[in-house]
Each structure stands twice: as structure tokens, then as C-alpha cells.
């Protein structure tokens, strides 16, 4: 849609002749096309990340079905288990920087919209992408929501990434249970992990 079906064909059969299928399942063969286009548009590095962008949304619809958990579940959690207790994500669930105008191209374009002109963004964007229900959804994440959530997504306990926020953002220290909330409600997380007691 941004790039027109010629250039589309194009760049898509350059892709197929560079990179042949080493693979059964034609699912997963679009994988390393965003890496293709950054490499061989680098005078329209937007289409590289909107390819990128099209790319988490559709793991994320493809992704295996989990459970997720409930406000409820973080009410159960006692003192002691708040102090060390971690989150898994939904299988579907990515992140991803981009450094250009892509969300607001991407909204244009869903919107049936003339898209605006490619801008660089005057600082790199984190992204988090998922799905809940039948539909993959993506939106921005501020410079500390992303420090919190990329800890809890590398395993950190969140005690532990509620102190690295203190630690950086003290000014937004209080932000974390909102923000815990709101990706439990949003259907990004799938179960609380607790260290096993010996």
C-alpha cells in the first residue's frame, strides 16, 4: 500500500532470489525482509521499518493462544511474592525501536488516508506489539514505560524493575503499578512466575 504493487513485486522477488527458502513453512519465510529492505532502501529507511511493523503484527496474530491473567491474580500475590515475582509474556508479544514516522503512516494508510511524508522522529520510538483476542495491536511506549517493560520481558523481577525506574526516572517512580495494570487489562501478559523455593 505505501510502496505501490510494482515496487512491492519488485523488491519481493530481489528478496526470493537473494534469500531462496530454507524452510517447509511459507509462514515464516517474510522473516528477514525487513533486514533486506534497511539494507537495500537506505534512501527510504521508513520502508524498511514499516515492513518491520507489518512483520511483529503478523507474529503476533500468528502466535499459539495463552491465557492471560487477571487483575484478580495480582490481588492474590502476597508481600512476599511482590518482591520477587516476574511476569511471562504472550507468545505473540514483541517490541521493536523504530526512528521514523511509521505509526502515523500506518494509521493513514489503515484509515484509507494519503499517508504523511517520511520524518525522522526527533528521538528513536520503542513499539510493543501483540494480541489480544482476534486482533494484533501495536502502540509507542515512553522512554521509562519501555525501561520497565523490556526489564520484565528479560526476566527481571518487577521489584527489581520498579527499582531500576526509581533508579532512572525517579519523577515517574509511581507510574509502574498504572502502567502493570493497564498490560494485564490489554492482555499482554500470561502468568505471574514466582522462583522456586528450595
Known amino acids: 500500500a505505501y510502496v505501490g504493487d510494482q515496487e512491492f513485486y519488485e523488491q519481493t522477488a530481489r528478496y526470493i532470489e537473494a534469500s531462496p527458502s530454507a524452510v517447509s513453512n511459507l509462514r515464516d519465510y517474510g522473516s528477514g525482509f525487513p533486514a533486506y529492505l534497511a539494507r537495500h532502501q537506505p534512501a527510504d529507511p521508513e520502508v524498511g521499518e514499516l515492513a518491520s511493523m507489518d512483520w ?20 492474590e500475590l502476597s508481600e512476599t511474592d511482590w518482591a520477587v515475582a516476574g511476569f511471562r509474556f504472550q507468545p505473540g508479544f514483541s517490541m521493536a525501536t523504530f526512528s521514523w514516522n511509521v505509526a502515523e503512516i500506518w ?5 484509507g488516508e494519503v499517508p504523511p511524508p517520511a520524518a525522522r522522529l526527533a528521538e528513536p520510538t520503542p513499539h510493543v506489539f501483540w494480541r489480544q483476542g482476534q486482533r494484533s495491536h501495536f502502540r509507542s511506549l515512553s522512554p521509562a514505560e519501555n525501561r520497565v517493560l523490556s526489564s520484565l520481558y528479560q526476566g527481571i523481577s518487577f521489584a527489581e524493575s520498579c527499582e531500576q525506574l526509581n533508579a532512572e526516572f525517579p519523577d515517574l517512580a509511581e507510574q509502574s503499578g498504572p502502567w502493570l495494570y493497564r498490560w494485564v487489562i490489554d492482555g499482554m501478559l500470561s502468568a505471574i512466575t514466582l522462583p522456586d523455593v528450595e
Open 107 to 111: 494509521h493513514a494508510i489503515d484509515r
Open 56 to 75: 511483529n503484527l503478523h507474529i503476533a496474530f500468528d502466535a499459539p493462544d495463552a491465557a492471560s491473567i487477571t487483575p484478580a491474580a495480582l490481588g
